[in-house]
């Protein structure tokens, strides 16, 4: 299966949210409405982070490991 996303793309929709988050000609609801996008947004993009991260560490600990065969965790 071929990944459809990219680290440039959580990247460029962070960046477009924090452009409508500036767009000074949003009501007060629609700035509302965006605060709460962009709070989820962001939750989002933590936790790929966060499961990015573990993927580099679990990568690091392979290239680490002095064992012929090392093994991770179930679950990885």
Not at 6 to 13: V, Y
Not at 41 to 51: C, D
């Amino acid at each position: 299966m071929a990944v459809k996303n990219r680290q440039i793309d959580l990247d460029n929709h962070l960046f477009a949210e924090l452009e409508r988050l500036g767009d000074e000609s949003l009501t007060d609801e629609q700035l509302e409405n965006e605060i709460k996008r962009a709070k989820a947004i962001s939750a989002v993009a933590q936790q790929i982070n966060t499961s990015r991260a573990n993927s580099l560490k679990a990568t690091e600990f392979l290239d680490k490991a002095e064992a012929v065969h090392p093994k991770l965790p179930e679950g990885f």
